[in-house]
């Protein structure tokens, strides 16, 4: 698998659009959820807004700061999905949500490439200086407990979300 994590620039507008174009439908027909939400967040049809907005830079009203990344097929020019690394956790994120969420287009799903994605972020997670990372999932989200434990994760813990659905959480130990 030849599969690298990128920033968006104005080079991948184009395939930015089909993700998120496609992932919408799906959810609109199979109501699956939207991870990692950074990048639901903003109409990327005002693409230069999207850019600008895509990462948040400071802490402000109770979110942290945290970088965006795509995953890029470069030898079908084609991104896979993205993920979103929160620099650090505060209380809300503690409980849910942790370091990671990320997500898979829904046409490139069960190929692996969750666990590829998760494998490059924990890479991106480590130069931030995030030794030790919390991924989360709903239970029912077998695919992505998966790819984290594929990844070194280590179940800690379950409980019912405020939605009414069981979530788990894994830490995820990256040495020193």
Same mark, same amino acid.
């Given at each position: 698998m030849d599969l690298k994590l990128i920033k968006l620039t104005r080079a991948y +507008?184009?395939?930015l659009g089909e993700m998120i174009d496609e992932? %919408?439908?799906d959810q609109e027909i199979n109501h699956t959820n /939207?991870?990692?939400?950074?990048i639901f967040k903003n109409d990327y049809h005002d693409f230069d807004y999207y850019l600008e907005h895509l990462e948040l830079k400071t802490a402000t009203e109770g979110k942290v700061p945290d970088s965006v990344f795509f995953l890029l097929d470069p030898e079908r020019d084609r991104l896979l999905g993205a993920v979103n690394i929160r620099h650090y956790l505060n209380d809300a994120l503690l409980r849910e949500g942790g370091h990671i969420g990320d997500g898979i287009r829904p046409s490139e799903r069960r190929k692996g490439y969750a666990t590829e994605l &998760? /494998?490059?972020a924990l890479i +991106?997670? %480590?130069k931030l200086g995030i030794h030790r990372v919390l991924m989360t999932c709903d239970k029912d989200n077998v695919g992505s407990a998966k790819s984290i434990v594929r990844n070194g994760g280590v179940l800690e813990n379950e409980f019912v979300n405020e939605d009414?659905? &069981?979530e788990q959480r894994y830490w995820i130990d990256l040495g020193d």
């Open positions: +507008e184009k395939q992932w %919408k439908a /939207r991870s990692p939400w950074a &998760v /494998r490059l +991106e997670c %480590k009414g659905n &069981v």
